[in-house]
């Protein structure tokens, strides 16, 4: 991959996601060339959904220059396909409201997101969650093949391997915060 892209790697997640009381966490891995940085934080009685978006937030925030080239992969579809299928533009037109007429979940965070589209070229890239490509129930060449159709063919091979660590990484970091408030 190209040395002069900025790379985000961000996991969110949730223990007891349905209940009152649970335990958040998030991760994030941002990697430009031999450069890397790694993030995680946690929060209680929030969402998965809410996760997600705060490990991309707190990757945004983590950005010191204007004007990157950035690929951002996460496993969240919400959060990708808000981003790639421009949900965001009928939500800000219908003053925030979704297709079923119903406030936007997490709008404070959506509009904190929003800024960073314009600040930077951002490529919004969606990977499987959770893969573990060493083992023997893998279809790593099924999974290599979805990956293409869902971000298209710039991709190689070593590429998804390479992105699938990443991806496990912000999981793991993720667990790190949820482990913290344990």
């Known amino acids: 991959m190209n040395d002069r892209i900025l790379r985000i790697y961000t996991d969110g997640?949730?223990?007891?996601?349905?209940?009152d009381?649970?335990?958040g966490g998030w991760g994030a891995?941002?990697?430009?060339?031999s450069a890397m940085k790694e993030l995680y934080g946690s929060e209680r009685n929030t969402t998965n959904n809410?996760?997600?978006?705060?490990?991309?937030?707190?990757?945004?925030?983590a950005i010191t220059k204007e004007n990157q080239r950035i690929l951002v992969f996460s496993d969240s579809s919400y959060l990708m396909d808000c981003f790639r299928k421009k949900w965001y533009v009928k939500w800000q037109q219908n003053n925030w409201l979704n297709s079923k007429k119903e406030p936007v979940a997490n709008r404070e965070i959506w509009e904190e997101l929003l800024p960073y589209l314009g600040?930077?070229?951002?490529?919004?890239?969606?990977?499987k969650g959770h893969v573990d490509l060493d083992s023997p129930?893998?279809?790593?060449?099924?999974?290599?093949s979805t990956f293409l159709e869902w971000n298209g063919s710039q991709f190689s091979y070593d590429d998804f391997v390479h992105v699938?660590?990443?991806n496990n990484r912000a999981d793991e970091l993720a667990n790190k915060g949820i482990d913290e408030l344990r």
């Open 119 to 127: 600040r930077h070229d951002i490529t919004f890239c969606r990977v």
């Open 50 to 61: 809410r996760m997600e978006m705060t490990a991309l937030l707190e990757a945004f925030r």
């Open 21 to 23: 009381k649970n335990l």
């Open 164 to 166: 699938v660590d990443m």
């Open 137 to 144: 129930k893998t279809n790593a060449e099924k999974l290599y």
């Open 29 to 33: 891995v941002l990697e430009f060339g």
């Open 13 to 19: 997640g949730c223990s007891g996601n349905q209940n």
